[in-house]
Nanobody, 127 residues
Framework: QVQLVESGGGSVQAGGSLRLSCSGS????????MGWFRQFPGKEREGVAA???????FYADSVKGRFTVSKDNAKKILYLQMDSLTPEDSAMYYC?????????????????????WGQGTQVTVSS
């Protein structure tokens, strides 16, 4: 059983930064892939970033150069460092995990691909 709990969300002004954390518990392995999704009100969830079990990182075009995904394997914590935030980044952010070791660029952004989901943490960016 896997549980994912996100934290670190909140309110920030445009141009500011936030760091999201995803604490995992249960059967989580270094070889697992993990990532972040977000959901805007009334929209489908979209992939933000992913860190494959082999260490390869993936980012949505909208966040490249601004967001950084990383993981502390010993603590089972996934991070999302978000810099240069804009109001368009305001959304509920979800942590995800799957047993897949390698990710493909065309697959990781798909909601159906990921097995485990956290409950989400809200990020609000004001202009």
């Amino acid at each position: 059983q896997v549980q994912l709990v996100e934290s670190g969300g909140g309110s920030v002004q445009a141009g500011g930064s936030l760091r999201l954390s995803c604490s995992g518990s249960g059967d989580i392995f270094v070889s697992d892939s993990m990532g972040w999704f977000r959901q805007f009100p009334g929209k489908e969830r979209e992939g933000v970033a992913a860190l494959a079990g082999d260490g390869i990182k993936f980012y949505a075009d909208s966040v490249k150069g601004r967001f950084t995904v990383s993981k502390d394997n010993a603590k089972k914590i996934l991070y999302l460092q978000m810099d240069s935030l804009t109001p368009e980044d305001s959304a509920m952010y979800y942590c995800v995990l799957d047993r897949t070791y390698r990710l493909r660029s065309g697959t990781w952004p798909e909601v159906a691909f990921w097995t485990y989901w956290g409950q989400g943490t809200q990020v609000t960016v004001s202009s």
